[in-house]
Every structure is written in C-alpha cells, then in structure tokens.
C-alpha cells in the first residue's frame, strides 16, 4: 500500500461538476464570488465550464446562462495563486474552444473520455501540450471495467502527453476497495501522476479518495457542499479537514473553505445535496444520473418500477448515448411481469 502523501493537489469543482447541480444557470458574478473565495482558501486548482466541459452549452446537454467564456474569464480575474481548469470531451468541446479557453487564461485541461474510449482524447491532450497546459486524462465511469482494463486506458493518455491521469467514479458507484484497485493499477502501469474524482451517491465519497490517495493517488477533487450532480461531489471543504486530522499538507487553508461553503456556497444551493432515493439508486447501479429523468418516463409508460430500469441498466453497463435501451428494458420488464401474471 503507498503511503507517500506528498505533493497533494486538491482541486475543486463546484463551478464545473456544480454546474449540473444549478442547470447551468451560474452568473458570472456568482462565478466571481466563488473564485475569490476559493483563491482565497489556497485552492491550487478550480475548474469552471459548463457541467459537460467546453462547448456544452446545448439544447441536449442543457443552455448555460451566460456564455461559459465569460465565466473562465471572470474566474481567471479572481483565480490569484490558484490555477483555472477547464474540462473537453471530444465530440462536445473542440480545439476551437481550447484554444480560446487558453487564451483567456486557464493553464489546465482535463480531457474526458468513457473509461473505454482513451483513444478519442490523444489529439486534444497533444494541442492541450503544445498550448504549455498541463493536461489531465479523465477516465469517466471507471467502476465499469476492469482495473487492468483501465490501466490500458490511461496508457493511452499517457503516451499522449497527458500529465496526470484519473480514475473517475462519475456514478458514485464504487466501494473503497473498488476504488484503490483501480489506483493500484494505474499506478503500477503510468509514470505520469494519478487522480481521482468522487461522487457521493452511496456515501463514500471522501473514504474512496483516502482508499485512492493510499494507493499514490496525488490529484484529488472535490466542491464546496459537495454541489455537483446526482448525491454531488467528494464534500471538499469535509475533505481538507480529513486530510489535515491526518497530517497530510495540502496548501488550503481550512478556516477559509470553511468559510467558502458556508457564506458563498451554501447561499447558491437551489435544494440540499443529499443522498435521496434517486441519486442511492443511481449509485447502487452504477449508472449515469442522466438516465433518471428517462427511466421515469419509461416506467409510467409500461407501468414498471424505474428502479428496476435503472439496475438493469448497469447490469448490461449501458452508458451514454445508448439512452433507447431505456426504453427496451422497460418493455422487457413489462412483458415479463405479463408472462409472470399470466396475461
């Protein structure tokens, strides 16, 4: 097990992931409040996009309030010592918009991928390189193979150029033991750094990150509140606390993002981030929190439990862009329960 803590960057998103959490319906003010208090607090690094990164600003994704170009400029106005980050999913955000993100001042790109498709992300990182950026790999829903399997992914990024390379648990899905093979492979497999970036949906997000930061683990993310999507993000503020009781040096000052979630964030809330029924059975599942709305919908359709929709879901590991199987199980599950009554 490594046990070497140092060197630890903390980053927030809760102007990025906490976008879902609001509609991405953030002002630029509220971005500007947000970033001051967290420059403040010696945050070394936030990210600020719209929640599906650069470009996704949509109608299928949802439409940012304000251009999301006006939020990473006002942030990078705010940011101080600390350094703006920008999330891209290629397909969704292109060079375009890298390129100007750039310019405007963020110095850190994380490039997002499904844990299975590392191969659409190597031109990115390699202009993310060329721009001087500092470029992280984002394996996203990476509960959903192998930790072997995963481990060739990040190799991908990595001999793309990528500076660090993630583990992402973007249901909240998986156990701590879960989360430090994961680590454990991709440490073993990269010579680049290690991340990891949580989600609370089955109450484990802060002892994932300490199962990961155990394995040499040394980014590790989180927001204020935990404002984020399904049950929100590894609580940050909750985080830093934990890591100082346990002696581990990150730079923040805890009083200060204390302060932040409590007077800056808390206020931008629009209902509490718990762990309710929805966001437990998104978790347990181990599915994009997306599916929820659309479950529903099926479920009163074919008269179907939406849960029973949702685990099912996983058990087949359906991801995103592969909504019309919703519907498929749906039907399925309908017609079973005919066969069963004999109708």
Known sequence: MATNHQNITLVDVSLRDGSHAVRHQFTSEQVGRVAAALASA??????????????????????????????IQTAVRQAGGSRVSVLLLPGVGTRKELKRAHEIGASVVRVATHCTEADISPQHIAMAKELGMTVCGFLMMAHMVPPAELAKQARIMEEAGADVVYVVDSAGAML??????????LRDALSCEVGFHGHNNLGLGVANTLAAMEEGATWLDGSLCGLGA???????EVLVAV????????????????????????????????????ALVIGYAGVYSTFLLHARRAAEKFG??????????GRRKTVGGQEDQIIQVAYELAHRSSVAQGR
């Open 42 to 71: 010696k945050v070394p690094v936030f990210e600020v996009t719209h929640g599906d990164g650069l470009g996704g600003s949509s109608l299928q994704f949802g439409l940012s309030k304000e251009p999301e170009l006006d939020w």
């Open 176 to 185: 701590p033991h879960e989360a430090r093979d994961r680590v454990r492979a």
């Open 230 to 236: 399904g049950a929100g993000n590894t609580q940050f």
């Open 243 to 278: 890591l100082d009781r346990l002696g581990v040096e990150t730079g923040v000052d805890l009083y200060a993002i204390m302060d932040a979630a409590e007077e800056v964030v808390k206020p931008l809330l629009p209902r509490p981030i718990v762990i309710d029924r929805d």
């Open 304 to 313: 179907v439990e939406p849960r029973d929709i949702l685990i099912e879901l």
